[in-house]
Nanobody
Framework: QVQLVESGGGLVQPGGSLRLFCAASGSIFSIGVMGWYRQAPGKQRELVASITGAGTTNYADFVKGRFTIARDNAKNTVYLQMNSLKPEDTAVYLC???????????????WGQGTQVTVSS
């Protein structure tokens, strides 16, 4: 089994910063794309940013210039640095990853449990 565990969420004032962490653990052979999604109450889940194993990144327009995604392949970890936060960034942020386990040749999509980010004065 593979688990993704996020941390780093919390309450921050508008204009502030937070750094989210997501660590993958378990029976892992290889990890493909890793990413961050968010879901606000009453809204659909939306992609925030993603990064390939080679480091190619993709960002949603609403976070370009404010958020940065990075990963450490040796630690099976992905990060999301969030700057210039706005109230509309308030949501549960979820990590995802495409993983090939050590006991299977199949690639599967895994999700973390999410971490709450609240931007409010």
């Amino acid at each position: 089994q593979v688990q993704l565990v996020e941390s780093g969420g919390g309450l921050v004032q508008p204009g502030g910063s937070l750094r989210l962490f997501c660590a993958a653990s378990g029976s892992i052979f290889s990890i493909g794309v890793m990413g961050w999604y968010r879901q606000a109450p009453g809204k659909q889940r939306e992609l925030v940013a993603s990064i390939t194993g080679a480091g190619t990144t993709n960002y949603a327009d609403f976070v370009k210039g404010r958020f940065t995604i990075a990963r450490d392949n040796a630690k099976n970890t992905v990060y999301l640095q969030m700057n210039s936060l706005k109230p509309e960034d308030t949501a549960v942020y979820l990590c995802d990853a495409i993983v090939r386990s050590a006991v299977s040749t199949t690639w599967r999509h895994y999700w973390g449990q999410g971490t709450q980010v609240t931007v409010s004065s």
